[in-house]
């Protein structure tokens, strides 16, 4: 089973400033990597896959890196309604698809 | 436009089997381009994909709740549904249900409902 470990836990920024969200699988999954973001009481939403492809609706302002090992999610200035939990999953091996354990940004 | 929707008992006495049920409309579950799942997220942590059905039968499971998990799906009804035996606290969570693209990412959820199993 492939590992994912996401950094930091928790990120405090002041709207405007830029996030960015690391994300390190315990094997090389290539380009096989997805970040979702998840509001409180909402499901999960697909912000970016193959690593760096942002999915359908997704602002410019999010971007991705990456690949192999160590990835990475840019949030370039962040909105109000940006502030929330991020998860990084990989689909390069599965079963099982694993997500990492979040990384929530908050309001400084 | 695909929306999904589980179904189910919120609560669960332990020892007993959780049954869940997804819906699925504005879209067909017998496509060959997807796969259809099941991710849960206990209180306050993480998400943990459980496993996933294709059209045809073919299921793929969490090896840590293989032995415990079932899927299956019904493309009369296009629906698709989980079960969960020999249930402890420790399942309960906010249960989703997905489509998944071939290679594994998720595009669409379900809004969640949550099983609480007392302890």
């Known amino acids: 089973e492939i590992g994912m470990t996401q950094s930091p836990a928790t990120l405090s920024v002041s709207p405007g400033e830029r996030a960015t969200l690391s994300c390190r699988a315990t094997q090389n999954v290539g380009s096989n990597l997805a970040w979702y973001q998840q509001k409180p009481g909402q499901a999960p939403r697909l912000l970016i896959y193959d690593a760096s492809t942002r999915a359908t609706g997704i602002p410019a302002r999010f971007s991705g890196s990456g690949s192999g090992t160590d990835f990475t999610l840019i949030i370039s200035s962040l909105q109000s309604e940006d502030f929330a939990v991020y998860y990084c999953q990989q689909y390069s091996n599965w079963p099982p698809i694993t997500f990492g354990g979040g990384s929530k940004v908050e309001i400084k | 436009q695909l929306q999904l929707q589980e179904s189910g008992p919120g609560l669960v006495k332990p020892s007993e089997t959780l049954s869940l049920t997804c819906t699925v409309s504005g879209g067909s579950i017998s496509s060959n381009s997807y796969y259809w799942g099941w991710i849960r997220q206990p209180p306050g942590k993480g998400l943990e994909w459980i496993g996933n059905?294709?059209?045809?039968?073919?299921?793929y499971y969490n090896p840590s709740l293989k032995s415990r998990v079932t899927i299956s799906v019904d493309t009369s009804k296009n629906q698709f549904s989980l079960k969960m035996s020999s249930v402890t606290a420790a399942d309960t969570a906010m249960y989703y249900c997905?489509?998944?693209?071939?290679?594994?990412?998720?595009?669409?959820w379900g809004q969640g409902t949550l099983v609480t199993v007392p302890s």
């Open positions: 059905i294709y059209y045809s039968g073919t299921t």
């Open positions: 997905a489509r998944h693209e071939a290679t594994g990412t998720t595009a669409h």
